[in-house]
C-alpha cells in the first residue's frame, strides 16, 4: 500500500502535521520514533504554549496532541525508521519493525536530542531543577542561583538570558577560555549576574527531590568542591535525529535539514522536514507545531501539483 503521506517522528510538530493531514483526507501513517512525544515528554511544566492560562504538564500537552492526531485517524506505529530510499517515487521506508513502507510524500520531524553530560544525578533531577533549555525553563529560577555548563555561544546566550531571572549565574566550562564568539563572550563578561569558572566539569548533581548544587571538578588539579545552586542548565549543544538520512538530503554541518525559504520543502521533491530536526535557532514547542502544520500543507499543495 502506497500512502499518500508518512510522517517520521512525533513530538509537537509530528502530531500538528498528521492533524492537518488527517484534517485534508490524506490518511496520514506516523512513525513516533524512539521517544514517542519528544522532548516535551520530559518537561515538568509548559507556561509559554498559548492556550493554556496555567502551566500545562509537558507529556500531558503531547498526550492531547496525540489524542487530537488519533480523533482524525491518523495511523500510528510504534516504532522507529531505520532507512529510507529517496531515490525515486513512491519513498520506500524501513523500520524496525521489519516492515516496508512506501509514500508519495515524506514529512521529517523527528527533532533533536540536547546534548547531556550523561551522569545519573542528571537523568534523575530533569525537570526538578536541571534543564537544557532557558527559554523554556527560566522564568521559574527567579531570584536563584544557577550553574550553566558551556562555553559555546548557545552557553552565553542562555547564560545572559537567565540572568533576566536569576540572582546569579554560574558559567562552568572545561577549559580555559570560551568557544563562544567574541560580541557573545564580551556580552557575558560585561553582565554583572555572570561569573566564571574555568577548567571544570560537573561530576554529579545534588539534591534528592530537586537540585540544591553540583559537585565540581578542576580537571588541571583534580580538587573537588561541592557549588551551592538551584539550577543547573545544560549548554552544550544540540544534535538533530537525522543520522538515518545520512548523504540522502541536504543538511548542514551538524545535520540539520536545510529547507527552503518559505517552506517546509528539502532538495528532494516531495520530503518535507519540520520542527527540531531543521530549527537550529528558536527550538519552541509553538514554533514546531507552526512548521508541522507548514510541512502538511506543503505535502498537500505538492500532491496536488503532481496528480
Known amino acids: 500500500m502506497v500512502r499518500d503521506v508518512i510522517i517520521i517522528g512525533s513530538g509537537g510538530a509530528g502530531y ?22 519528544g522532548q516535551l515528554t520530559i518537561t515538568s511544566e509548559v507556561e509559554n504554549y498559548p492556550g493554556f492560562e496555567s502551566a500545562v504538564d509537558g507529556p500531558e500537552l503531547m498526550t492531547q496532541m496525540r489524542k487530537q492526531a488519533l480523533r482524525f485517524k491518523t495511523e500510528m506505529i510504534a516504532s522507529t525508521v531505520t532507512k529510507v530510499d529517496f531515490s525515486q517515487r513512491p519513498f520506500k521506508i524501513e523500520a524496525d519493525n521489519g516492515e516496508n513502507y512506501q509514500a508519495k510524500t515524506l514529512i521529517i520531524s523527528t527533532g533533536a536530542t540536547a546534548m547531556l553530560l550523561g551522569i545519573e544525578s542528571e537523568s534523575r533531577l530533569m525537570g526538578k531543577g536541571v534543564s537544557a533549555c532557558a527559554t523554556c525553563d527560566g522564568f521559574f529560577f527567579r531570584d536563584q542561583e544557577i550553574v550553566v555548563v558551556g562555553g559555546g555561544d548557545t552557553a ?25 564568539s567574541k560580541i557573545m563572550q564580551q556580552k557575558a563578561f560585561d553582565n554583572p549576574k555572570i561569573d566564571f569558572i574555568w577548567d571544570t566539569v560537573v561530576e554529579e548533581v545534588l539534591g534528592d527531590d530537586s537540585v540544591t548544587g553540583v559537585r565540581l571538578k578542576n580537571i588541571k588539579t583534580n580538587e573537588t568542591q561541592d557549588f551551592p545552586c538551584q539550577g543547573l542548565f545544560i549548554a552544550i549543544g544540540h544534535k538533530p535525529n537525522t543520522a538515518f538520512l545520512a548523504g540522502q538530503i541536504k543538511t548542514d554541518d551538524v545535520g540539520y535539514i536545510i529547507t527552503e525559504k518559505s517552506s517546509m520543502a528539502t532538495n528532494i521533491p516531495g520530503v518535507f522536514a519540520c520542527g527540531d530536526a531543521q530549527d537550529s535557532v528558536y527550538r519552541q514547542a509553538v514554533t514546531a507545531a507552526g512548521t508541522g502544520c507548514m510541512a502538511a500543507i506543503d505535502a498537500e499543495r505538492f500532491l496536488q501539483a503532481h496528480e
Open 16 to 37: 500538528t502535521a498528521a492533524i492537518y493531514a488527517a484534517r485534508a483526507n490524506l490518511q496520514p501513517l506516523l512513525f513516533e520514533g524512539f521517544q514517542p512525544g
Open 156 to 180: 552565553m546566550e542562555e547564560a545572559t538570558f537567565l540572568t533576566k531571572f536569576a540572582s546569579k549565574v554560574t558559567v562552568v566550562h572545561r577549559r580555559d577560555e570560551l568557544r563562544a
